[in-house]
């Protein structure tokens, strides 16, 4: 995948993150808002609705006052005079017919009134027959099951639902004398439509007919909405009608989530709930979500395009840099890219212009120093041919010393062409210590003849030790440095030891002697760099390059180290690694 297109692609990512968080953020957040100050409303209008119900229920009770205040009525239900059978019975029904029909027309609410009195004579009216027609033993059933309610509240007054199994609502109250209260002349019920509260909703409001109950102080329902909304809201277990419903609960009625509001009168002691549809209280969340996801897809858009536009900059600044780095890889040094600007590919640019410079520079340094190592290389092959003819010549010497019988000049021979021919052989790399060793003894050999029995050397290296591989010619300037400054010579009794061991993965050497030693202070500077400059003329010189050859070859951590005190004698530590031939291929 092109840098482009993961760029592209990253930023699509967070920018679809970013549009579906804050969408969703604000989503929640509206949505949230919306339904408690829905909620809020909700439970103002119930309230007002609630306080409407109150004031209509007291105005109806306040009407029935003018009907028990017609004296003639009151005159017929008291029976103050006897009663002459049956025909003054129905002559007096027809009255009071007349006289309840005249109250009745006056409120259209009012489909029927039934009254019975004390003897149990029993007068009615009814508007239409189309809540069941209405006949003395109906009427009977109605103002005995009004006078056991009645008695069982307690009150004068009661409110209940259709007591002849209509869908209305009944209120039943005592025929009280309105000279002397405490004087009943029997019962009176009046039945009223069920649009007697439904006049009280206004067109658009959240409450719905459908959904509304209302509750007496008893809990009994007197308005029921829908059938399908009261069988579920019953059907529910410890969620009915009577005093199972919590304020501001949601529930699921109808198929669906509804959100119950509930108000009581503390005048009347009535409860009014109303099921409110919650998609119908979160009618305008859907717009607010309409216009969020709009908003959201246009940011995507707008957003896209601006990263598309800044991933196409940023990557044609990289692909105009590639092609100029193909150009140096295809050997044109002189080439320079141009930045595009002072930002992270520019600065880029920038260096890349420096990196190109400074390689060219290196370049023509390298050709300079391949011509140069060529000469050297013409130069040390040219120098080679004098070491060889000498090694000829002293060849021809020690063919003429055996001949002669010389055997001491052939033997000082020997030793002198074991020592030519193993410095013309060694290149400066490793060779094993069983070699070093014997340059060692043929150095050693030549000194003896020289100096005699004037110092004695040992050689304390196990077999297993030949074997290792260690820099060319690092024992022998150290065994001269010993023997030409180290060993009182003049006193004949100088002793060199050379022992090998191994120190886990590494090689120590040790090169000691008996001889006058010196001051450790003094040792530290013989492996200084700028030994040469610093004390000119004075001996060191070959052990400071065996340190330096060692550390080049090895690492810094190896090299050379003393052990030595006036008087005392000198030993030096080779410090190597450990290595063998086999090891090294």
């Known amino acids: 995948m092109r840098i482009r297109r993961k760029i592209l692609l990253s930023n699509m990512v967070i920018i679809l993150m970013l549009a579906l968080s804050i969408g969703t953020a604000a989503t929640l957040a509206s949505r949230y808002f919306i339904e408690a100050n829905t909620r809020e409303l909700s439970r103002h209008v119930i309230d007002q609705y609630s306080k409407n119900v109150d004031n209509h229920v007291k105005d109806f009770v306040s009407s029935t006052l003018f009907l028990l205040n017609d004296k003639l009525l009151t005159h017929i239900v008291s029976e103050q005079e006897a009663q002459a059978g049956e025909d003054r019975y129905a002559l007096d029904f027809n009255r009071v017919a007349g006289l309840l029909y005249q109250y009745g027309n006056n409120n259209p609410f009012i489909n029927s009134i039934t009254i019975m009195n004390e003897q149990g004579r029993l007068y009615w009216w009814q508007r239409s027959a189309a809540a069941g027609d209405l006949n003395e033993r109906n009427a009977r059933a109605i103002a005995e099951s009004a006078r056991m309610k009645l008695a069982d509240a307690g009150t004068g007054i009661y409110w209940s639902a259709s007591l002849h199994g209509t869908d209305e609502v009944a209120l039943s109250r005592y025929y ?73 609960q949601t529930v699921r009625i109808g198929g669906m989530q509804s959100l119950l ?81 002072r930002d992270e590919i520019g600065m880029l640019a920038v260096r890349f212009n420096m990196m190109v410079s400074r390689i060219n520079e290196l370049v023509v340094r390298v050709s300079e120093e391949r011509l140069a190592t060529q000469r050297a290389e013409y130069t040390v092959l040219l120098s080679r041919i004098n070491p060889h003819f000498l090694y000829n010549a002293l060849g021809t010497i020690r063919w003429f010393a055996r001949s002669r019988g010389q055997e001491e000049i052939e ?51 196990g077999g297993a030790l030949l074997d290792a591989l260690v820099p060319g010619f690092i024992l022998q300037p150290l065994v001269e440095n010993a ?53 000119p003329g004075l001996n060191g010189i070959g052990v400071r390059h065996v340190h330096e050859r060692i550390r080049t070859l090895c690492g810094e951590r190896y090299g050379l180290s003393f052990d030595t005190a006036s008087g005392r004698g000198t030993t030096i530590y080779l410090t190597l690694p450990y290595r063998r031939e086999e090891d090294a291929v």
């Open 483 to 535: 023997i030409m400054h180290g060993l009182e010579i003049s006193k004949g009794a100088g002793r060199i030891r050379i022992a090998a061991e191994r120190v886990g993965p590494d090689l120590r050497i040790a090169v000691a002697d008996n001889g006058i030693g010196m001051e450790p202070d003094y040792a530290a500077t013989l492996l200084l760099a700028d030994r040469e400059r610093r004390y």
């Open 176 to 248: 009280l004398d309105i000279n002397q209260i405490n004087r009943s002349f029997g019962v009176i019920v009046f039945h009223l439509d069920k649009a007697y509260f439904k006049s009280l909703l206004s067109d658009g409001s959240i409450i719905q007919a459908d959904n509304l109950f209302i509750l007496n102080e008893n809990g009994d329902p007197l308005y029921k909405g829908s059938p399908d909304v009261e069988s579920e809201a019953l059907r529910v277990p410890d969620q009915g009608l009577r005093y199972g419903f919590a304020d501001g």
């Open 411 to 461: 033997s000082m021979v020997s030793a002198l062409t074991g020592l030519l021919k193993s410095s013309i052989r060694h290149s400066g790399g490793l060779e094993r210590l069983e070699m070093e060793l014997a340059n060692v003894r043929d150095y050693v050999h030549l000194q003896k003849i020289g100096l005699g029995d004037a110092f004695e050397i040992r050689y304390d290296v």
């Open 261 to 341: 509001m509930r108000f009581q009168s503390s005048d009347t002691g009535w409860s009014v709930l109303c099921f409110i549809p919650l998609s119908r209280l979160l009618e305008g969340t859907r717009i607010l979500e309409t216009i969020i996801v709009f908003i959201c897809v246009l940011f995507i858009f707008i957003a896209m395009a601006v990263a598309f536009w800044f991933s196409a900059g940023t990557t044609r600044d990289i692909k105009q840099l590639e092609r100029t780095m193909r150009k140096v890889e295809d050997g044109d040094l002189s080439v320079k890219a141009k930045p595009a600007g």
